[in-house]
């Protein structure tokens, strides 16, 4: 396969409220737009051959921004969407708590069994996201892929290519506007970044 740039996407209006903000489509702050233009700036001499991005907003204008520099089009993509936490939308963890305690019991616990009231069950949101991987397939080994996605879907993309046990994916930290770097194989994926943010100081 190829070399693949995972991108998380700036700092945005309302990440920093703690609320659950999987699948709603909130716009990047002035912060997660300078975010962006570092990125830019940082993978400007990377060659890039492709770009996917989560079709919501954070995702895909952070994507256009580095796209600027590159003369490629972004494939956005519902697939790499972050989990729709359903009837959690816009709640804190204490509302959440109050309204939903045998989800947030389960999400303390990090259990498999976790299903969010009206949105996804981990086991959903990782297929959605296992079926992008999909696309990938057709890129030879020298072409780099940059996606740019959310928290959630590019870990799991991570224990996807590395072969590891879905539970692990809570246990990465990707941080805003950060970049991690897989380099795929036919025998499997090594992992040779993971969190970098020193474009950002």
């Known amino acids: 396969m190829s070399k693949l740039i995972l991108v998380r996407h700036g700092d945005n209006k309302l990440d920093g409220s703690g609320r659950y903000l999987g699948s709603s489509d909130v716009k990047l702050s002035a912060d997660g737009l300078k975010q962006a233009e570092r990125l830019r700036d940082c993978l400007v001499t990377q060659k890039i051959d492709a770009i996917y991005s989560s079709n919501l907003q954070r995702a895909s204008v952070t994507a256009e921004i580095i796209a600027s520099k590159h003369q490629l ?110 380099d795929t194989y036919p025998q499997g994926a090594i992992l040779s970044l993971l969190n970098a943010i020193s474009h950002l100081a």
């Open 73 to 182: 089009a972004v494939t956005t993509c519902a697939e790499l969407r972050e989990i729709n936490f359903g009837k959690l939308e816009g709640l804190t963890f204490d509302e959440a708590h109050q309204l939903y305690p045998e989800v947030t019991r389960l999400w303390v616990e990090k259990s498999s069994a976790l299903q969010y009231p009206g949105g996804e069950s981990l086991d959903e949101f990782y297929n959605r996201v296992s079926s992008f991987a999909g696309r990938l397939k057709k890129y030879a080994s020298e072409e780099t892929i940059l996606i740019v996605a959310h928290s959630g879907s590019l870990r799991l993309l991570i224990c996807q290519f590395l072969g590891i046990e879905l539970w692990h994916w809570r246990q990465f930290r990707l941080d805003f506007a950060s970049l991690s770097i897989l």
